[in-house]
Nanobody, 115 residues
Framework: QVQLVESGGGLVQFGGSLRLSCAASGSIFSNYVMGWYRQAPGKQRELVAR???????VYGDSVMGRFTISRDNTGNTVFLQMNSLKPEDTAVYYC?????????WGQGTQVTVSS
């Protein structure tokens, strides 16, 4: 079992930056693929970025070059640095921990980008 707690969301202007954090507890953090997903009103949840325990990363096309995912296996935390934010980045951002057939989700944090 894994518990995930996100923080760092908020309101930011177009072109601004935010850094999201996700603190994990309850299992061996480095074994999990950690990811950030987002869901905007009326849309499906989509992958933003994910990172393996060895640091291999995958990004969604819409955030490539603007967002950076990283993790601290010692501190059981995964981060999402978001730069050059756009109004279309507005969504609830969810932290995810994946191992084999198990998926765990945080409660989500709201990110709002104003134009």
């Amino acid at each position: 079992q894994v518990q995930l707690v996100e923080s760092g969301g908020g309101l930011v202007q177009f072109g601004g930056s935010l850094r999201l954090s996700c603190a994990a507890s309850g299992s061996i953090f480095s074994n999990y693929v950690m990811g950030w997903y987002r869901q905007a009103p009326g849309k499906q949840r989509e992958l933003v970025a994910r990172i393996t325990g060895f640091g291999r990363t995958v990004y969604g096309d819409s955030v490539m070059g603007r967002f950076t995912i990283s993790r601290d296996n010692t501190g059981n935390t995964v981060f999402l640095q978001m730069n050059s934010l756009k109004p279309e980045d507005t969504a609830v951002y969810y932290c995810n921990a994946h191992l084999s057939f198990a998926d765990y989700w945080g409660q989500g944090t709201q990110v709002t980008v104003s134009s």
